[in-house]
Structures are given as C-alpha cells and as structure tokens.
Nanobody
Framework: QVTLVESGGGLVRAGASLRLSCAAS????????MGWVRQAPDKEREFVAV???????SYADDVKGRFTISRDNTKNTVYLQMNSLRPEDAAIYYC??????????????????YGQGTQVTVSS
C-alpha cells in the first residue's frame, strides 16, 4: 500500500510558476513509476507527466518545455515544477504511482495509487 500526499497548489497569475510536491509513504517511490495527472471541471482526467525508475520522463504535449518532473528517492518525494502557467493549466493535480511506465499513463487507464489532489488555479 502506498499513500501519496500532494502539496504546493495555489492561485497564481498566468506566466507564474508553482512547484508541486508529492510525499509517498508505505513503500519507496523507487519501486514505482511516479507521475501527475490532472482534472479540470467538466473534463476527463488527463496525463501530465511521469518519471520512471531510471529517471526517464514523459510529458503531455501541452506541458512540454514548461513543466519538469523530478524525483528524490532519498526523500520519497516527487516534484512537478510548473513554469509559464496558463489559465488552461488550472485543474486539480493528482500525484499517482504505478508499477508500469508507459501506455498505462498515456491512455487514461486507472493507475495503482492516487493522492487526494491539490488545486491549481491560474488567473488570466
């Protein structure tokens, strides 16, 4: 069992930055691919970014070049640095963990574990 707790969300203006953190407990993050998904009102949950055990990363097209995912296995924590935020980035961001790295993340499949979510609001 893995418990994921997100932090770092908030209200910012367009163009600003935020860093989300996800602290894991119960198992070490090195056992899982870790990532972020988001869900805006009246929209489906969508993939944002994932980082594998080796540090390989993948991003959704609309966040490439603006968001950076990283992990600190010594702290059992995953981060999402979000720069140049846009109003369309506003959503609840969920940290997630899964035993696989790949299409499971990209295709909207249910992942093994989710956090409770943190709200990101971007004003124009």
């Amino acid at each position: 069992q893995v418990t994921l707790v997100e932090s770092g969300g908030g209200l910012v203006r367009a163009g600003a930055s935020l860093r989300l953190s996800c602290a894991a407990s119960g198992r070490t993050v090195s056992d899982y691919a870790m990532g972020w998904v988001r869900q805006a009102p009246d929209k489906e949950r969508e993939f944002v970014a994932v980082i594998g055990w080796s540090g390989a990363t993948s991003y959704a097209d609309d966040v490439k070049g603006r968001f950076t995912i990283s992990r600190d296995n010594t702290k059992n924590t995953v981060y999402l640095q979000m720069n140049s935020l846009r109003p369309e980035d506003a959503a609840i961001y969920y940290c997630a963990a899964d035993s696989t790295y790949g299409s499971t993340w990209f295709d909207g499949a249910v992942l093994d574990y989710y956090g409770q979510g943190t709200q990101v609001t971007v004003s124009s």
